[in-house]
């Protein structure tokens, strides 16, 4: 037997603006990109929390800005950690006559977040969502299993669900802004695929 090494290489932050032409498209997609925390690191928290706040698929700042007006389908945030590297997603789905300017609201949203930072109530209300979701999720075999396995490979430990909503409650609006200025949403790259041929990209 010997040590097995593992060298992780934290991955390059890179922004860039692409347009892909589909002419038989019926709506314009939006996909972004940003760094975010890595599996290894305890801002994960924070950084699951701030993504329920700015972009969960129903009552967030995305979801009131684009979906309940019907500007768009479909507007999200959502997170994504990894050994070594992490990763803020966010999509968009909207009629192609709205794609730039909902485009440039959005990177002004995550903008204003950036600059502003999130109310105590609105932490408050993605913590108890979150907890409620992982509890309830936690009661299937299959899912507490993969959520073991997940975490002592990323952390090389055990982690109750006492434990992990003890993370959660421990998350301030300070460490909300942590994130956010060591992650900057707005430090992102961005792809579009639809039937338009250019795309202005956001100031």
């Not at 979906?67 to 950690?81: H, I, K, P």
Request: hydrophobic letters at 40%; a negative charge; aromatic letters at 8%.
């Amino acid at each position: 037997p010997g040590e097995t090494g593992r060298a992780i290489v934290h991955p390059p932050r890179e922004r860039g603006f692409h347009v892909l032409h589909k002419a038989d498209a019926m709506q314009q997609y939006v996909i972004q990109m940003a760094a975010g925390p890595s599996g290894a690191w305890p801002e994960r928290y924070a950084a699951d929390l701030l993504t329920i706040v700015l972009g969960h698929p129903t009552g967030s700042r995305l979801y009131w800005e684009f979906v309940d007006t019907g500007e768009a389908d479909s507007a999200v945030l959502s997170y994504g950690e990894y050994e070594g590297a992490g990763v803020f997603y966010s999509f968009l789905r909207c009629g192609p006559e709205k794609a730039e300017k909902n485009l440039a609201r959005m990177v002004e949203l995550f903008r204003r977040a950036e600059r502003e930072g999130i109310t105590a109530a609105e932490l408050e209300q993605a913590r108890n969502k979150v907890k409620s979701r992982f509890v309830l999720a936690s009661e299937r075999a299959g899912h507490r299993l993969f959520d073991l396995g997940d975490t002592w490979i990323h952390h090389n430990e055990y982690r109750s669900v006492r434990d992990e909503l003890a993370g959660l409650d421990a998350v301030t609006l300070d460490d909300i802004a942590q994130v956010l200025r060591d992650y900057p949403l707005t430090a992102l790259t961005t792809v579009t695929i639809g039937p338009l041929e250019k795309v202005a990209a956001p100031n």
